[in-house]
T-cell receptor, first 114, second 117 residues
């Protein structure tokens, strides 16, 4: 148990489906992150939330839509995805947005788009 | 802007041999440095971190790293590799941006460690 829980662990969806990834942390952290990890590619930072406010959006396509209703929960809403969106999606949290104390990662959601 | 370079995308060692994974960073201000480990289909787990205290940092699972400012390096070592050390390792740097700008972790591309029996 890492303190950051991601559900589901695995997800297979068609290109016309709508699904959501969920991330939950009870570490008292104020910042949360979504990362995409594809095979043979570096970690890609997608979104950063600090105190429930989105502070960074790294040119992510609009078919990915994040939501942070409170400092403990983070969602990634998915719709009309493409096969190249298949990847491991990692959620992380940190004490604050500087990350100086490091990030705590969840175990990830393995997404397959068919 | 800060950046991290991990030399060698793949490293292979024999069980019981020394593990050395290289990381060089670029930062215009004193950095915070981290090593993470990722096992297959898992998230990243913090191994150790340097936060401007002792330059030799000890982490979990027998790993340690030494901060060398003159070489801008933060290499990860372990005296004797175990089969269970086979995983991917990521170096990361966090530093305050110029003029108090946004600070966050920047990750290297990772080094996959294979341990041979």
């Amino acid at each position: 148990e890492t303190g950051v829980t991601q559900t589901p662990r695995h997800l297979v969806m068609g290109m016309t489906n709508k699904k959501s990834l969920k991330c939950e942390q009870h570490l008292g952290h104020n910042a949360m992150y979504w990362y995409k990890q594809s095979a043979k590619k570096p970690l890609e930072l997608m979104f950063v939330y600090s105190l429930e406010e989105r502070v960074e959006n790294n040119s992510v396509p609009s078919r990915f839509s994040p939501e942070c209703p409170n400092s403990s929960h983070l969602f990634l809403h998915l719709h009309t995805l493409q096969p190249e969106d298949s990847a491991l999606y990692l959620c992380a949290s940190s004490h604050d947005k500087t990350g100086r104390l490091g990030y705590t990662f969840g175990s990830g959601t393995r997404l397959t788009v068919v | 802007a800060q950046s991290v370079t991990q030399l060698g995308s793949h490293v292979s060692v024999s069980e019981g041999a020394l593990v050395l994974l290289r990381c060089n960073y670029s930062s215009s201000v004193p950095p915070y440095l981290f090593w993470y480990v990722q096992y297959p289909n898992q998230g990243l787990q913090l191994l150790l971190k340097y936060t401007s205290a002792a330059t030799l940092v000890k982490g979990i699972n027998g790993f340690e790293a030494e901060f060398k400012k003159s070489e801008t390096s933060f290499h990860l070592t372990k005296p004797s590799a175990h089969m269970s050390d086979a995983a991917e390792y990521f170096c990361a740097v966090s530093a305050q941006g110029a003029q108090g700008g946004s600070e966050k972790l920047v990750f290297g591309k990772g080094t996959k460690l294979t341990v041979n029996p």
